[in-house]
T-cell receptor, first 114, second 109 residues
Framework: NAGVTQTPKFQVLKTGQSMTLQCAQDMNHEYMSWYRQDPGMGLRLIHYSVGAGITDQGEVPNGYNVSRSTTEDFPLRLLSAAPSQTSVYFC?????????????FGPGTRLTVT | QQPVQSPQAVILREGEDAVINCSSS?????VHWYRQKHGEAPVFLMILLKGGEQKGHDKISASFNEKKQQSSLYLTASQLSYSGTYFCGTSNTGNQFYFGTGTSLTVIP
């Protein structure tokens, strides 16, 4: 099993550009989520999904879109990048009822917006 | 909704003990504990699902006081490998998950 994979590992964007961060898992987990990690702020939930076709907002959803067309994939789209979105982004997955089960994290994507 | 962790940072010598606390202003459904090494992803340590539950493996254990909306992580006889940032994660609904700001733990020889 590859677990949770994320691409790219590093990305530099100019303000206003858009891009998609990819996340995939091969554990047949129904629950998937995106976090951003900023110094001193811990991990903050952006969006999450409890299954294909079902997504919901987390704590800091503004400026991000998600979709879940398959169980395996959960891409995160930045619509118009801003310097405030410079961060490390982690995707995670777990069995349904995310808070009752261990979350498996991907290796992260380090994004810089200039 | 973000839980509060204390202390923010702690430095230990090998063999010493440490306690990391996590408290929430909301009723908790569960508490998770994770450790993150620099430049890596968080790694799961344990989950506590019931008030009063205690868990542990090796020399790391945790307790969950549901009434006080608090959890504590206990590291005994610390080893160099325990160094990293520890996060608690809490949920009061089952699907929305909130992490604390982290506690940096450094173990020195």
């Amino acid at each position: 099993n590859a677990g949770v994979t994320q691409t790219p590992k590093f990305q530099v964007l100019k303000t206003g550009q858009s891009m998609t961060l990819q996340c995939a898992q091969d554990m047949n987990h129904e629950y998937m989520s995106w976090y951003r990690q900023d110094p001193g702020m811990g991990l903050r939930l952006i969006h999450y999904s409890v299954g294909a076709g079902i997504t919901d907002q987390g704590e800091v959803p503004n400026g991000y879109n998600v979709s879940r067309s398959t169980t395996e994939d959960f891409p995160l789209r930045l619509l118009s990048a801003a310097p405030s979105q410079t961060s490390v982004y982690f995707c995670a997955s777990s069995y349904i009822g995310g808070s009752s089960y261990e979350q498996y994290f991907g290796p992260g994507t380090r994004l810089t917006v200039t | 909704q973000q839980p509060v962790q204390s202390p923010q940072a702690v430095i230990l010598r090998e063999g010493e003990d440490a306690v990391i606390n996590c408290s929430s202003s909301k009723a908790l459904y569960s508490v998770h504990w994770y450790r993150q090494k620099h430049g890596e992803a968080p790694v799961f340590l344990m989950i506590l699902l019931k008030g009063g539950e205690q868990k542990g493996h090796d020399k790391i254990s945790a307790s969950f006081n549901e009434k006080k909306q608090q959890s504590s992580l206990y590291l005994t006889a610390s080893q160099l490998s325990y160094s990293g940032t520890y996060f608690c994660g809490t949920s009061n609904t089952g699907n929305q998950f909130y992490f604390g700001t982290g506690t940096s733990l450094t173990v020195i020889p």
